[in-house]
């Protein structure tokens, strides 16, 4: 079988005759004289596309090529729907998807220039790579900082810039021998297809690439991160990077507009709103502990004690927010002897909450606030449960809040 996708690579429809129809998982697959398709490889997807073929009526049909794969040095075409019957004396026309397959050699050329510049400037070596769907991810030994992350980039683009033929040719197993590539070559007596990006990277590689760096367009590198023993790098190459750039673009001219200022100014008015943010933080967080202060004081004042001289509060709110009854609760309950019943009237979301401090529970062997707000809730269809020292629940009938909310408020009033 002639393998037109080395020595093509940009062809994206082409004539030829199928040699056989064959099974491939129970599907019926073409094997042609000659193609395009790329069946996979080197961490690069296989080609999809369509195949159109005359039948043994003289009827022109069209099925779709889902997958390719290789099998003994033969590149399987597998289809979508059965193939009742062929004229093998004709021609067929099959046609790849032209950008899944522009695509995936971007994203592969891509790695082959990162992982050379890696190597160039930091004699890094590439341990991994998935070519994926929206980002591609590239594992390079060693950790990075900034500085050396956007020299790496700025390189790529650089070779980019610099439109560098690519060469794609197969090296002979007596070749082999003295031949220098960055990583080892594989050890097989097989010929050996060689990738090379003159006086930057030289490797062996069986996917399809770019003819020229500048096919490529634009490399960014998303972003980084420590993995295993090395570092990630999730990368955009070809006209995922072009997108997600002019993308940033947007959203940065948007950023600008609102904060109505240019590039160089706008870190500075982040910064700035940072620190108002913290400041209104701080504010707000002195306020409400005060506002909180002097609501506990207020309901203790208005409340009773039981025997052993523990405060028992009682109040029911109306659509107040829960987590101001949650910080109010917790505040009297740490801060005094005291046992806090509250409940909060809201339509549909009826809340209950009881609580008193750990240290309260454990002086006082009659309190298990957990235990008495199971035995009551049942009775009132309420949905929650705790410990010795506090719990909550919900209750969709706002009416049986107080009753509940009674019931467990003379549970300790009266002990």
């Known amino acids: 079988m002639k393998k037109l996708y080395y020595s093509e690579r940009y062809k994206t429809e082409c004539e030829s005759y199928v040699k056989d129809v064959v099974k491939h998982s129970d599907k019926d697959a073409f094997i042609l004289q000659e193609t395009i398709f790329f069946p996979g490889g080197g961490g690069q997807i296989c080609d999809i596309g369509s195949i159109t073929y005359i039948d043994s009526n003289g009827l022109e049909k069209e099925v779709n090529v889902i997958e390719t794969c290789e099998n003994e040095d033969e590149v399987v075409h597998i289809l979508d729907e059965k193939v009742e019957s062929i004229d093998l004396s004709q021609k067929i026309k099959m046609r790849i998807n032209r950008d899944r397959r522009y695509d995936s050699m971007c994203q592969h050329t891509g790695q082959h220039i990162l992982s050379g510049c890696f190597y160039e400037l930091f004699q890094r070596n590439t341990k991994g790579l998935h070519i994926g769907k929206d980002v591609s991810q590239l594992d390079i030994e060693g950790e990075f900082s900034e500085d050396m992350v956007e020299k790496v980039e700025n390189m790529a683009n650089e070779i980019i810039y610099q439109r560098i033929d690519i060469k794609n040719y197969v090296l002979t197993a007596e070749e082999k021998e003295n031949f220098k590539t960055r990583r080892p070559l594989p050890e097989t007596s097989s010929d050996i297809r060689i990738l090379e990006i003159e006086n930057l990277d030289i490797n062996a590689c069986c996917g399809v690439h770019a003819l020229n760096t500048s096919d490529i367009r634009l490399i960014k590198i998303k972003k980084y991160y420590k993995h295993k023993d090395g570092t990630r790098f999730e990368y955009l190459a070809g006209q995922r990077a072009t997108k997600y750039v002019l993308e940033r673009e947007r959203v940065l001219d948007r950023i600008l507009e609102s904060f109505n200022c240019n590039e160089e100014n706008i870190e500075n008015a982040i910064e700035n709103l940072r620190m108002k943010k913290d400041e209104f933080y701080e504010n707000n967080k002195y306020v409400s502990e005060k506002y909180i202060d002097l609501y506990s004081d207020k309901l203790i004042g208005e409340s009773e004690k039981n025997k052993d001289d523990i405060i028992i509060v009682?109040?029911?709110?109306?659509?107040?927010?829960?987590?101001?009854?949650?910080?109010?609760?917790?505040?009297?309950?740490?801060?005094?002897?005291?046992?806090?019943?509250?409940?909060?009237?809201?339509?549909?979301?009826?809340?209950?909450?009881?609580?008193?401090?750990?240290?309260?529970?454990?002086?006082?062997?009659?309190?298990?606030?957990?235990?008495?707000?199971?035995?009551?809730?049942?009775?009132?269809?309420?949905?929650?449960?705790?410990?010795?020292?506090?719990?909550?629940?919900?209750?969709?009938?706002?009416?049986?809040?107080?009753?509940?909310?009674?019931?467990?408020?003379?549970?300790?009033?009266?002990?």
Request: aromatic share 10%.
């Open 314 to 415: 009682r109040k029911t709110f109306e659509n107040e927010e829960k987590w101001l009854i949650s910080e109010l609760v917790k505040s009297i309950a740490e801060k005094n002897k005291a046992i806090v019943i509250v409940g909060n009237k809201v339509d549909g979301d009826s809340s209950v909450h009881v609580q008193c401090s750990k240290e309260l529970a454990k002086e006082f062997s009659y309190i298990d606030i957990g235990k008495d707000f199971r035995s009551e809730a049942s009775a009132f269809a309420i949905k929650g449960g705790g410990s010795k020292f506090m719990a909550q629940g919900l209750c969709q009938d706002e009416k049986n809040v107080d009753i509940f909310l009674d019931n467990i408020y003379h549970i300790y009033i009266e002990k």
